[in-house]
């Protein structure tokens, strides 16, 4: 008697799982490519928002899904490998509860300074910031946020001293920063474009390996006489551990397709993002890497979650 051969994949809809509440780059990056899948596969892709607990409660229940390719999650650098310094009781584990499938976008952080602030280069501003240990005030989007964990892995690098003030989001740490209450910010491009562009706020540097097509005046942390530094914000989507490897890859090679594509490549450009395809191996293993680099900078800036 022969036997019954599964359907082949996918058969029913897909469920990408956010744990983050809509309209931030990780919903965003998830919708556009849900629409791509949609689009190449004739199935529905549901974008379900999981918010809570800095993600860790969304990424924590795809983990405990079967295993079978219909429940995805876009995580970052935070649900990915920040959480598992910053949450002393984590409910899952990136590297082994997850098949790493796809990765999607990088956002590159800018520094960015009140024009009244006199450093007019990063050497300047670590020469400031070293004249006046604890004097100089950063801003960012909250404890343990991706503003506050670059910040604190530049203080690091330079040897600086400065004052963290957390704001509840990027939006009223831009608001302070250009009213002066506070006097850097390490933040995503394009929540400070329009700002730098009419003079309001000044760029000194950007965390990205290469400088931005955006800002290309612009050096990078690198350039600046500190290499080695990289300080980027990533996404990419994984699937529960011992999802099968034939999914994975369909999964991995029709993704890699869209980010391909002009029309994806533009639409991530126009929400500050670059386009990252590459194998599952490379995503896997920039996960275990970034867990690693993060771990010091949360130790030593005694990063802890709101």
């Known amino acids: 008697m022969a036997q019954a051969q599964p359907a082949a994949y996918p058969s029913k809809p897909i469920r990408i799982v956010v744990p983050f509440t809509p309209g931030g780059s990780t919903d965003i990056l998830a919708r556009a490519i849900g629409q791509e899948l949609t689009k190449a596969w004739g199935q529905s892709v549901i974008v379900d928002n999981v918010p809570g607990a800095g993600g860790a409660i969304g990424a924590d229940k795809v983990a405990?899904?079967?295993?079978?390719?219909?429940?995805?999650?876009?995580?970052?650098?935070?649900?990915?490998?920040?959480?598992?310094?910053?949450?002393?009781?984590?409910?899952?584990?990136?590297?082994k509860d997850f098949a790493p499938v796809a990765w999607v976008a990088r956002v590159p952080n800018v520094l960015v300074v009140h024009p009244a602030v006199p450093a007019k280069n990063l050497k300047e501003l670590v020469a400031l910031a070293k004249a006046r240990p604890g004097q100089l005030n950063y801003g960012s989007g909250g404890n343990g946020s991706a503003a506050n964990l670059a910040t604190e892995y530049f203080k690091l690098q330079t040897g600086t001293s400065l004052l963290h003030i957390p704001y509840r989001g990027t939006a009223p740490a831009v608001t302070d920063l250009m009213g002066g209450q506070i006097q850097l910010l390490f933040t995503g491009a394009p929540a400070v474009m329009s700002q730098l562009k009419n003079g309001q706020l000044r760029a000194l540097a950007v965390s990205s390996p290469q400088r931005l097509d955006a800002l290309p005046e612009v050096p990078t942390v690198a350039e600046s006489g500190y290499k080695g530094f990289e300080a980027d914000q990533w996404y990419g989507v994984v699937a529960p551990a011992g999802t099968?490897?034939?999914?994975?890859?369909?999964?991995?090679?029709?993704?890699?397709?869209?980010?391909?594509?002009?029309?994806?490549?533009?639409?991530?450009?126009?929400?500050?993002?670059?386009?990252?395809?590459?194998?599952?191996?490379?995503?896997?293993?920039?996960?275990?890497?970034?867990?690693?680099?993060?771990?010091?900078v949360i130790g030593s800036g005694r990063v802890r979650a709101d």
């Open 64 to 95: 405990k899904a079967p295993a079978d390719g219909y429940t995805l999650l876009m995580g970052h650098i935070g649900t990915l490998a920040v959480n598992p310094s910053l949450y002393p009781k984590l409910p899952y584990n990136p590297v």
């Open 244 to 296: 099968p490897r034939e999914i994975v890859a369909k999964l991995n090679d029709q993704i890699n397709q869209a980010l391909n594509a002009p029309a994806l490549r533009s639409r991530l450009t126009a929400e500050g993002a670059v386009a990252t395809p590459s194998t599952p191996e490379v995503f896997g293993k920039l996960i275990e890497t970034e867990i690693g680099r993060w771990k010091p």
